[in-house]
C-alpha cells in the first residue's frame, strides 16, 4: 500500500526529460582467448574458464565479486552464475545478437560477439620450440604445443595409479583431434598400463596403451579437447608392478587439429625414477551390484556407494570421476553430489555428455584428508527422467579414484575392491530401473497475496506448481474447489479460470457454494492434451475469478481459499503410458480477505493557501493524496481539476479568471503527469482532464 501525493502546478512548468540508456557498448579486453565451441549450464573445460575470465574483466558482467567464479578464481564448471554473467552480457548486445531476450548459452552469435570484444594476445609456434607471443593477432590452424615450464621431478613408485609424466601446453585456436606420445626412459612397453590426458584433475580421454615402438595414441574424430588460446594438458599413467629400478618417462611426436598435423622432435618430459615404496592402501568393500527401483521423482538418492578402509597411514583425497551407462537420458540424474562419510564434499554437478558421459568431483585447492579407518563414500542425486529406463553408475579405471599419499608427495595410492586390484566391473554400483512418472503439486511460494478487491475481475485467487518427474506426464482433468468462512454471503464467484504459465487452459466456470452434501463441491476441469508437463520442468498453475456474485454485484467482505485437486488415474506417463495421480489429496491455497474500494483521495494533510505576487512561475496551487487499498494496486487513467468561484479546486473572483493562469501542470515528485495545460480553457466548469494509457 502506497500514498502518492499529486501536485497541481500553474506557470511556467517544464517537464524534464526522460531517455533510456542505448545499449553499453563494452570495451575491447586484451584477452588470451578464443571461443569456437558451444557452452551452457553444465559444460565444464578450459574454454569455460576462458569465459568466466572475459566476463569478469568488465565489472557489468562479473560472475562473482569475490570467491569462486570471480576474478583469479575462475573455475572450469558452467554453473548458475556463469549463466547470469552471459545473461548480462548479452542483454547489453540484444540488438548486434539478434534477439529479443538474453539466453544464457554461449553459441554462435554470442561467441562471436565475445571474440571480436576479445582482442586476443595469441601465440603462434614453430613445431618444437618455445612459442613466442605475437600481440593483436589470433591463431587460426593447426594447435602448436611445447613443454610447459613446470615439469615433475619426483620419483613415482612402482603399482601406483595416475603417475603425472609431463605436462605439455598447447597454444593456437582449434580442436586436437589426435596426439601421439611415446615412452621415454630405461623401461618396457609393459611398464605403463594405461596412459591418460588430464586437464587439472579432470580426466579427458580414455585409457590408451603402449604399442609396439613405445608410441601412445590418443584420437576422436569429435575432438579429444579444444584449444582456444592456451591450455596445459597433463599425461598421467598407471604404473606396473614389479618395475622399480626403472626410469620411464614421455615426449610429444605429433598433434593434429583442424586437419592439420604438427610433429614435433624435442618437447620431451623429465625421465622419472621408479621405487619399490610401501604406500598407504584404500581398499574398497564388495560393492552392492543388486537391482535398485527408485520412483521418479527422488531426491538425493544413492547412485553410487562405496566403503573403504585406508590402512598404514592417511591419504588425501584429491578427485572421483564416475561414468553413467545406461538407456536413460544423461539429463535423468541431476544435482550430483559426493558425500564422504555423510559430509557433502563436492558438488552439485551435471553428467556431461561431451566428456562421454562422465562426471568429475575436482576438490580443487582443498583436498579432503582421509584418517586410517572405515570412511564410506556415497554419490547422490535427483533423478528426474527417465521412467522404465535403466541407470548405472561405475569407476572406470583406478585412476579415477584419485587418492594421494600424505608421506609422498605426486605418488597416487591404487585403490582396490574386496582386496584384489581395481577392475571396472567390480566397480559397478548396482542398476537402477527408473519406476513411473510422478508429479509433485505445492502451493507457489512466489504467490504472497493475502487480499483481494471486491468487484475485481480475472483475478489469482490461488497459484500452484506442478512439476514432472521421470517422464512427461499429460494431466487430463483438475478440480478446484473454492471454501469460505461467510458462506451466506459468499454463495458463488463468477469466471473461475485455470491459467498454466499465463495462458488459459480449460474453459471458464461459474462456481456455486452449497451446503448440500450430495452436491459435487468442486469444479471439474477437462485438459486434453492442453497440460503436458515435461520431466524435470516446473510449471505454474494460476486460479483466477472474478470477484462478484451470480449477479455481478461485487463482495465487500469475507475470505476465499482455492483447493487444486485431481482424480485417481488423471494423468499418464508419455513414455511408459502408464496412469499417473496429480494432486489426488488436493492441496489447499492461501487464504485471501476480500477488501471493498479501490482507495481514497483527499487534500495534502498540512498544504494551506498560498498568496502570491502576480507574474509568480511554478505556483503550487493545489496538493492531494491517492491511497490505494491494501489489496492491490491502482492505475488512475485520468485526473481533473476544476477551477469554481467561491470555493473550489481552484478559487477565482471577479478580477481572477481563468485567463489569467497558464501551463497548469500536474505532478507526482518531480516527475511530470499528462501533458501540461498552456492556456486553460474557460469553457463551461473549467474542468481539465489529463489522460494516460
Request: proline share 3%; aromatic share 6%; with cysteine.
Amino acid at each position: 500500500m502506497k500514498a502518492v501525493a499529486i501536485a497541481t502546478v500553474i506557470g511556467g512548468m517544464i517537464a524534464g526529460a526522460v531517455s533510456a540508456s542505448a545499449a553499453l557498448n563494452l570495451p575491447t579486453q586484451s584477452c588470451n582467448a578464443m571461443f569456437n565451441t558451444n557452452m551452457k549450464l553444465g559444460s565444464r573445460g578450459a574454454d569455460v574458464k576462458n569465459l568466466q575470465v572475459v566476463l569478469n574483466g568488465w565489472s557489468q558482467t562479473q560472475v562473482a565479486s569475490s570467491g569462486v567464479g570471480s576474478s583469479g578464481m575462475e573455475t572450469t564448471y558452467f554453473g548458475p552464475a556463469t549463466r547470469a554473467a552471459v545473461n548480462k552480457f548479452q542483454a547489453l548486445h540484444l540488438t548486434e545478437l539478434g534477439i529479443t531476450a538474453a539466453t544464457g548459452n554461449v553459441f554462435a552469435g554470442t561467441r562471436g560477439l565475445l571474440n571480436g570484444a576479445c582482442s586476443a594476445t595469441a601465440v603462434t609456434t614453430t613445431p618444437g620450440t618455445t612459442p613466442g607471443t605475437t600481440p593483436g593477432t589470433v591463431v587460426s590452424g593447426p594447435v602448436s604445443a611445447s613443454i610447459a615450464g613446470s615439469q615433475p621431478t619426483n620419483m613415482i613408485v612402482q603399482g601406483q595409479s595416475g603417475a603425472r609424466l609431463a605436462d605439455f601446453v598447447f597454444t593456437g585456436n582449434g580442436t586436437v583431434t589426435s596426439v601421439q606420445l611415446q615412452r621415454t626412459g630405461v623401461s618396457a612397453d609393459t611398464t605403463l598400463n594405461n596412459v591418460y590426458l588430464y586437464d587439472g584433475n579432470t580426466r579427458i580421454t580414455d585409457a590408451a596403451s603402449v604399442v609396439t615402438g613405445g608410441y601412445i595414441n590418443f584420437n576422436a574424430s569429435n575432438g579429444l579437447f579444444t584449444v582456444s588460446g592456451s591450455r596445459t594438458i597433463t599425461v598421467r599413467a598407471d604404473v606396473a608392478g614389479s618395475t622399480s629400478g626403472q626410469s620411464v618417462g614421455v615426449k610429444l611426436n605429433s598433434v593434429t587439429a583442424g586437419g592439420a598435423a604438427s610433429t614435433y622432435s624435442n618437447v620431451i618430459g623429465n625421465s622419472l625414477q621408479i621405487a619399490s615404496v610401501t604406500t598407504a592402501a584404500v581398499n574398497f568393500a564388495a560393492l552392492t551390484q543388486s537391482a535398485l527401483t527408485p520412483n521418479a521423482g527422488v531426491t538425493d538418492y544413492n547412485v553410487w556407494s562405496g566403503s573403504a578402509t585406508v590402512s598404514t597411514r592417511a591419504v588425501t583425497f584429491k578427485a572421483a570421476t564416475f561414468k553413467f551407462v545406461g538407456s536413460a537420458p544423461v539429463d535423468a540424474l541431476q544435482n550430483l553430489s559426493l558425500y564422504i562419510d555423510g559430509t557433502k564434499v563436492a558438488g552439485p554437478a551435471m553428467i556431461n555428455a561431451a566428456n562421454n558421459n562422465k562426471v568429475t568431483f575436482d576438490l580443487g585447492s582443498t583436498p579432503y584428508n582421509l584418517t586410517t579407518g572405515a570412511h564410506t563414500f556415497d554419490v547422490r542425486g535427483d533423478i528426474v527422467k527417465g521412467s522404465f529406463r535403466t541407470i548405472t553408475m561405475s569407476v572406470e579405471n583406478v585412476a579415477d579414484l584419485m587418492f594421494e599419499d600424505s608421506n609422498l608427495v605426486g605418488v597416487n595410492v591404487a585403490a582396490t575392491i574386496a582386496t584384489v586390484a581395481f577392475t571396472q566391473s567390480a566397480a559397478t554400483f548396482g542398476t537402477i530401473t527408473v519406476n513411473k512418472g510422478s508429479v509433485t503439486t505445492n502451493v507457489d511460494s512466489a504467490f504472497s497475496a493475502n487480499k483481494v478487491t471486491g468487484g475485481a475481475t480475472n483475478v489469482p485467487v490461488g497459484q500452484f506448481t506442478m512439476k514432472a518427474y521421470g517422464e512427461d506426464v499429460k494431466v487430463s482433468t483438475l478440480r478446484v474447489a473454492i471454501a469460505t468462512t461467510t458462506l451466506a454471503t459468499l454463495t458463488s464467484l463468477n469466471n473461475v479460470s485455470l491459467y498454466v504459465n499465463g495462458g488459459q487452459i480449460g474453459t471458464s466456470q461459474n462456481y456455486t457454494a452449497t451446503i448440500n452434501p450430495s452436491a459435487t463441491p468442486y469444479l471439474t476441469y477437462t485438459l486434453g492434451s492442453s497440460l503436458v508437463i515435461p520431466a524435470g520442468t516446473t510449471v505454474t498453475i494460476t486460479v483466477k475469478a472474478d470477484i462478484v456474485d451470480s449477479s455481478s454485484a461485487a463482495y465487500t467482505s469475507g475470505t476465499i481459499a482455492t483447493t487444486l485437486s485431481g482424480a485417481t488415474g488423471n494423468a499418464q506417463g508419455q513414455s511408459s503410458y502408464e496412469l499417473v495421480d496429480v494432486a489426488v489429496g488436493g492441496v489447499a491455497g492461501n487464504v485471501l480477505t476480500i477488501s471493498s474500494g479501490v482507495g481514497t483521495f483527499a487534500r495534502t494533510s498540512g498544504f494551506t493557501s498560498v498568496s502570491v505576487a502576480p507574474n509568480t512561475a511554478n505556483v503550487k496551487i493545489g496538493s492531494f493524496t491517492l491511497q490505494a487499498n491494501s489489496a492491490e494496486s491502482v492505475k488512475v487513467n485520468s485526473v481533473g481539476v476544476k477551477a469554481t468561484v467561491g470555493g473550489g479546486n481552484l478559487f477565482l473572483t471577479a478580477n481572477n479568471t481563468i485567463a489569467n493562469y497558464s501551463n497548469l501542470t500536474l505532478k507526482t515528485g518531480s516527475t511530470v503527469l499528462g501533458t501540461p495545460v498552456g492556456n486553460p480553457s474557460t469553457a463551461t466548469s473549467h474542468l481539465h482532464r489529463w489522460h494516460s494509457s
